[in-house]
């Protein structure tokens, strides 16, 4: 069984973190810190998401959409 991780993307000026797929996942980060590696970058904010952590790139913060109960 494959499980797809789901990453949410919340702007400063956001009440709440919106699912986000991944080719706007690239473009988000690639807005934000320039041509500077935004696939590596998205390659860490992935393995760091998986343990819960939120991670903030520029003024978007990042994260693993919560399981629903």
């Not at 797809?4 to 810190?33: A, G, N, P, S, V």
């Amino acid at each position: 069984m494959m499980l797809l991780m789901i990453i949410q993307t919340q702007y400063h000026y956001e009440k709440r973190f919106r699912d986000t797929q991944e080719k706007d996942l690239l473009r988000i980060i690639q807005e934000e810190i320039g041509d500077a590696d935004p696939a590596g970058t998205l390659l860490y904010i992935k393995e760091s998401v998986k343990s819960g952590k939120n991670i903030s790139v520029g003024s978007c913060k990042f994260r693993m959409k919560p399981k629903e109960n």
